[in-house]
């Protein structure tokens, strides 16, 4: 089971972390990600690390801004946000995957519940 909290409202330029917490397995033994959608758009990809707190990948989008990164001893997975948009408003899941390269969503096996992050002035 994935849970995803830290989500929020927060200004333009404003920073939340997102954090993913794994129970039942390792997480540091799966792929990694985090996927976001927007009202009324497709879920899309923004994040992704592979097992073992190696590479990382993230969308042009938030390349830059955003940093993903494991936290082993906690089994948990964070999303660092900054310098937030009004475009980064959506709701944010994470999930993991058995396959280390893992890109697409249908790669991935198991998927947090959401957490609505709110970019406004």
């Known amino acids: 089971q994935l849970q995803a909290s830290g989500g929020g409202s927060v200004q333009p330029g404003g920073t939340l972390r997102l954090s993913c917490t794994a129970s039942?397995?390792?997480?540091?033994?799966?792929?990694t990600g985090w996927f976001r959608q927007a009202p009324g758009k497709e879920r899309e990809f923004v994040a992704r690390?592979?097992?073992?707190?190696?590479?990382?990948y993230y969308s042009e989008s938030v390349k830059g801004r955003f940093t993903i990164s494991r936290d082993n001893a906690k089994n948990t997975v964070y999303l660092q946000m900054n310098s937030l948009t009004p475009e980064d408003t959506a709701l944010y899941y994470c999930a993991a995957s058995v396959t280390a390269w893992a890109a697409s969503q249908e790669q991935y096996d198991y998927w947090g519940q959401g957490t609505l992050v709110t970019v406004s002035s």
């Open positions: 690390i592979r097992p073992g707190a190696s590479r990382s």
């Open positions: 039942g397995f390792t997480l540091s033994d799966y792929a």
